[in-house]
């Protein structure tokens, strides 16, 4: 079983920046997509993608963080990263990480989940 810790979080003003990164340990991920999935207050168990990094390093984002948020991935360090620019008050969530399910999966079901980090934006 693969385990997923996020870290990263804090508290900014809008406009700024964080980077969040995200460390599996236990086995190799670089065969797995991975994502980055965020719950707004207040809306119970619902988790939002955020975006996704495949095997082969295609991604994909939501629409609304397009041009200001960046996945990445180092495999050699076994890690996922979001850089957040430009942050908003909406983007305030717990922001989680997750593996695929399957090795070269198509990032439609994630397995391992990290037990998140904060990211609260003030305006």
């Known amino acids: 079983q693969v385990q997923m810790a996020e870290s990263g979080g804090g508290s900014v003003q809008a406009g700024g920046s964080l980077k969040l990164s995200c460390v599996a340990s236990?086995?190799?991920?670089?065969?797995?997509?991975l994502g980055w999935f965020r719950q707004p207050p207040d809306s119970g168990n619902g988790r939002e993608k955020v975006a996704f990094i495949d095997s082969d390093g295609t991604t994909n984002y939501t629409d609304s963080v397009k041009g200001r948020f960046i996945i990445s991935r180092d495999n050699a360090k076994n890690t996922l990263y979001l850089q957040m620019n430009d942050l908003k008050p909406e983007d305030t969530a717990m922001y989680f990480c997750?593996?695929?399910?399957?090795?070269?999966?198509?990032?439609?079901?994630?397995?391992?989940w990290g037990q998140g980090t904060q990211v609260t934006v003030s305006s």
């Open positions: 236990g086995s190799s991920t670089s065969r797995y997509c």
């Open positions: 997750a593996l695929d399910r399957y090795n070269y999966g198509s990032c439609l079901d994630f397995g391992s």
